[in-house]
């Protein structure tokens, strides 16, 4: 045989080993959490880069294909804004979070249940028809009430945003029980004014999700490798925090990662196993986080201790 021959070879035997050892380390928590239910937040770049999307979508067939459960919630802020811009609607944040005018909540909700979802949708069904798209309209899923915002240590009004006050998972349980993935957008009907549509934050409607599905798991996919102790030292990752930890750290967490935490804590505090925070710009970070020894990102559980992430070398 020649050498070139031989070389691919031994390359092909290591590889396969190495699939080999992915699968034994993964067969515990295979185990672990068959049966289980698992609601994710997907947002950040994965929403927006094509081969992100693509990876997502094969997790989550991966996940109900060994006998989980995934539910998947998603937002769309980017896809709001490039589509507003195109409109020539002008976007206005108060405190970190979108005012939602008549106008703009059009295309809020054309964008998240006509766009953002039914392309995840088909990526999804590209792999078999397991996904099911659905809006926290239908069926009563989501009820919701307006909330107003803090801009300076003041109240400011948002216009036709909400907060999710109230959830009936049926619609939901039916497609679990189904063997369906189902596939949630971030809107909600205003519960004084059920006519109206609110746009709800979809951190917060997954955490609320996750509670009335008794999920095991939360898991929300963000820009960030995960919560920092002292943002944006590299050394203070967040391996494991408790929730009594967490919420000491909230008051002074940047606007951006606070309703993030705010939904693992809430999530938490009301039943769910683990919650967690991941890096969505990682292909297959799903499988990495759920899958793996270490994980790669940062899970709030319960009590209070706090556990740094150790570096590679240490692992």
Same mark, same amino acid.
């Given at each position: ?17 190495? %699939? ?20 994710? %937040? ?217 309703? %993030? ?6 999530a938490v505090r009301s039943g769910v196993g683990e919650a967690h925070v991941i890096d969505g710009r990682r292909p297959h970070s799903m499988l990495n986080e759920i899958f793996t020894r270490n994980g790669i990102g940062t899970v709030v559980v319960p009590g209070r201790d706090m556990i740094m992430r150790r570096s590679h070398d240490e692992c």
């Amino acid at each position: 045989m020649a050498d070139d021959e031989q070389d691919a070879e031994a390359e092909k035997a290591l590889d396969d080993a190495h %699939k080999a050892q992915v699968l034994i380390e993964a067969l515990p928590w295979l185990e672990e959490f068959a049966g289980q239910r698992i609601v994710v %937040k997907y947002g950040g770049h994965a929403m927006v880069d094509d081969h992100l999307r693509q990876c997502f979508a094969q997790d989550m067939v991966f996940l109900r294909q060994v006998g989980m459960h995934p539910v998947v919630v998603h937002g769309g802020g980017p896809q709001i804004s490039s589509m507003l811009q195109a409109l020539g609607i002008p976007s206005v944040f108060r405190g970190g979070l979108r005012v939602t005018t008549p106008e703009t909540m059009k295309v809020v909700r054309m964008v998240l249940t006509g766009q953002v979802g039914r392309n995840l949708v088909g990526a999804i069904n590209a792999h078999g028809p397991m996904a099911v798209g659905l809006s926290g309209e239908d069926a009563g899923l989501f009820s919701a009430a307006r909330r107003t915002g803090m801009a300076d240590g003041r109240p400011v009004d948002l216009g036709l945003v909400g907060e999710v006050v109230g959830v009936d998972a049926s619609a939901v349980e039916d497609l679990i029980d189904a063997g369906r993935i189902p596939v949630v957008s971030s809107v909600a009907p205003d519960e004084q004014d059920p006519t109206q549509v609110l746009n709800v934050n979809a951190d917060a409607a997954a955490s609320a999700l996750a509670v009335a599905l008794e999920a095991r798991k939360l898991v929300i996919l963000t820009d960030v490798e995960g919560l920092y102790a002292n943002w944006p030292q590299a050394d203070s990752l967040v391996s494991s925090i408790g929730v009594d930890r967490l919420e000491d750290m909230l008051e002074d967490m940047h606007e951006g990662m606070r309703p %993030k935490m705010e939904a693992c804590l809430q999530a938490v505090r009301s039943g769910v196993g683990e919650a967690h925070v991941i890096d969505g710009r990682r292909p297959h970070s799903m499988l990495n986080e759920i899958f793996t020894r270490n994980g790669i990102g940062t899970v709030v559980v319960p009590g209070r201790d706090m556990i740094m992430r150790r570096s590679h070398d240490e692992c």
